[in-house]
């Protein structure tokens, strides 16, 4: 099996971020009628698949929003990962939180600790 290592994700990475995210999606599919499936099949819709516009996201302010890529020694993207971190304005004993909006590892590479 060919290592894998994960990097930041970059703009040339997306073409394969939204192949994955496709993928995440059909497989959502049957558990949440809110994915717009009319539009899973490219990039530019309303909704954005997998609830992520990941594109804007590798866009925006680059201290709040990670997304990662996870790559084989040849450099093709087989899973992606986006988190945020955002000031705490609710509650008073953490200052900042983190959440984890997408996450999806093709499924040759699954359990092999890319995501520990």
């Not at 705490?88 to 040759?108: K, L, P, Q």
Request: hydrophobic share 40%; with cysteine.
């Amino acid at each position: 099996m060919t290592s894998v290592r994960v990097r930041a994700a970059l703009t040339l990475d997306l073409p394969a971020i939204h192949s994955l995210q496709v993928r995440l999606a059909q497989h959502e599919l049957p558990f949440d009628a809110n994915i717009d499936f009319q539009g899973i099949s490219t990039p530019e819709k309303n909704g954005h698949i997998g609830y992520v516009n990941i594109e804007k996201k590798l866009l925006e302010e680059k201290d709040s929003n990670y997304v990662v890529v996870a790559v084989t020694e040849e450099d093709v993207v087989v899973g992606v990962c986006y988190g945020k971190i955002e000031k705490d304005t609710e509650w008073s004993i953490h200052e900042y939180f983190g959440y984890v909006g997408c996450v999806y590892i093709s499924n040759e590479y699954r359990g092999l600790g890319i995501w520990p």
